[in-house]
Each structure stands twice: as C-alpha cells, then as structure tokens.
C-alpha cells in the first residue's frame, strides 16, 4: 500500500512570494491533515479535511493561508505571500475516517525556507 | 498550558540495552488517545504506538511498549533492545474527544526527544 505523497520535498522562495504544496493521502483515507512544524517542535495542525469539507481551520492564518481538497482525494496548501517565520515543514497526514482511534499516517513532508 | 510535555530533549542509549522516552499529558476530557511517532532526519513520521484512555493494558508493538499510568497522566515510551537504526527524534502526542462521533482529529503534539543510540 503506497503512503502519503508530498511534493515538494524542498522548496526555497523569497518573502512575499507565494507558494504551493501538493499532497495525495493514502487511498481510500477519507480524512486529510496538514501540519506546520517549526524547527525544534512538534508538528501544530493546520486545517482537517474530511472528505472534501473543512472539520477544522482554527488554526489557519487565513490571511494568507489557503486550502482545498478537490473532489475528496487529493489537496493543495497555498501560502500567498510568504513571510519569513513561514519558514517549516508542512506534513500531510492521512486517516481512515476522522476522530475515534484511527491513526493518523504522515508524509516526507515538504521543507520550506523563507528568505 | 500545554497539553503534551516531553521534558527530555535528548537521550543517550548503548546499542541492545532499553529505554525510556518520558511524556506526560493534560487533559479534562474523559477520552483521549496517545500516541508516540519517530522522526528521522529525513522527516517523515512514522507511527510507533497507540493507547486509549480506557485501554486496560499497556500497549505493545515489537520492541516498543507504553506505560501508561492514567492517575499521573503520563504515557511513557519504552524501547527494548536499542538499535542503532532507533536514532530519531521521538514524539509523544494526543486526541482528546475519541468517543464515538467526535470529528476533530487534531493531534497534539510535545517538542520531542532526541535518542541517539551509541554502539
């Protein structure tokens, strides 16, 4: 069974600039995750998708933050524009179904440096 | 406050002898999941093991168990037989809210213990 793919693995802009990042779950997992992890912490969640609807965002900057889950499958991170402290790994997990016990299964992760 | 604290940034461990990761955890809600991944340097996450709040036994995958002691919130992490391969960073983290019918599946997560495992 293939994992979670992410692309890009690295990712080097400018401040300002904008920038995307793709990732495809494990197939059939309805839930999606994506996760900012500074260096020298733990992952922090983003946003949750299930299926193709939002479950949670609260912790979004939705200034300048963005993203969508077209027809339940795959999802696109978008950051426009970016700022230095964006500077992180951006993880994408997968879960069967959302809630309960099910475990969350992560990918390579993208690397992002902001200059 | 925070929800998940690892007070171990690193730890040191001969190759073929065990270890403990420390985690304690802090939560009101009855039902909760804690959950411990490792990270190597190539950064993906990789899922070690699962306990349920109301779990009667400590889990226990291969060389790894959790002792989970409920009463002092702690959800220890113990590697049996170290490998050189053990070399990570490891993360303890937390669900709150897994009872049936909860969404939110947002994983909280501590800053991580550095092991290095030494031959």
């Known amino acids: 069974e293939a994992g979670v793919a992410q692309s890009p693995r690295y990712k080097i802009i400018e401040k300002r600039q904008s920038v995307a990042f793709w990732c495809n779950p494990i197939s059939g997992h309805a839930t999606l995750y994506w996760y900012q992890q500074i260096l020298g912490q733990g992952p922090k969640l983003l946003i949750q998708f299930q299926n193709n609807g939002v479950v949670d965002d609260s912790q979004l900057p939705k200034d300048r933050f963005s993203a969508e889950r077209l027809k339940g499958v795959d999802s696109t991170l978008k950051i426009q524009p970016a700022k230095l402290e964006d500077s992180a790994v951006y993880l994408c997990?997968?879960?069967?179904?959302?809630?309960?016990?099910?475990?969350?299964?992560f990918g390579p992760g993208t690397r992002l440096t902001v200059l | 406050a925070q929800k998940i604290t690892q007070t171990q940034p690193g730890m040191f461990v001969q190759e073929k002898e065990a270890v403990t990761l420390d985690c304690t955890y802090d939560t009101s809600d009855p039902s909760y999941g804690l959950f411990w991944y490792k990270q190597p340097s190539s950064g993906e996450m990789i899922f070690l093991i699962y306990?349920?709040?109301?779990?009667?036994q400590n889990a226990t995958e291969g060389r790894y168990s959790l002792n989970f002691q409920k009463a002092r919130k702690s959800a220890n992490l113990v590697i049996s037989a170290s490998q050189l391969g053990d070399s990570a960073m490891y993360f303890c983290a937390m669900r709150e809210g897994t009872s049936r019918g909860s969404t939110l599946g947002r994983l909280y997560f501590g800053r991580g213990t550095q092991l290095t495992v030494w031959p």
């Open positions: 306990q349920g709040s109301y779990d009667q």
């Open positions: 997990a997968s879960s069967s179904t959302s809630g309960g016990t099910d475990t969350q299964y």
